[in-house]
Nanobody
Framework: QVQLVESGGGLVQPGGSLRLSCSVS????????YKWFRQPPEKPREWVAS????????DYADAVKGRFAISRDNQKKAVFLQMNNLKPEDTAVYYC?????WGQGTQVTVSS
């Protein structure tokens, strides 16, 4: 049974930082690519970032490029999303995805 568990969300002021984690079980972690998505309030879910089989391949949505960084730790079976210089428009539920599997999401709220 594949499980993805996100953590690290919370309330942060504009300009602040958060680091999201996604712990994965139930599959051979190192063999898969991973993605982060987010769903802002009353908006559709959108892709945020992707990471390939090694940390060398990464890709970002234009809205987060230069502020967010995706990484992975194959030994810990975890994917991370470092979010810096957060803006109110980054407020959303953030989800980790592999193949057709999704986590339950973690809430990020950016507000003063």
């Amino acid at each position: 049974q594949v499980q993805l568990v996100e953590s690290g969300g919370g309330l942060v002021q504009p300009g602040g930082s958060l680091r999201l984690s996604c712990s994965v079980s139930g599959l051979l972690f190192s063999h898969y690519q991973y993605k982060w998505f987010r769903q802002p309030p009353e908006k559709p879910r959108e892709w945020v970032a992707s990471i390939g089989l090694v940390n060398g391949y990464v890709d970002y949505a234009d809205a987060v490029k230069g502020r967010f960084a995706i990484s992975r730790d194959n030994q810990k079976k975890a994917v991370f999303l470092q979010m810096n210089n957060l803006k109110p428009e980054d407020t959303a539920v953030y989800y980790c995805r592999v193949d057709d599997y999704w986590g339950q999401g973690t809430q990020v709220t950016v507000s003063s």
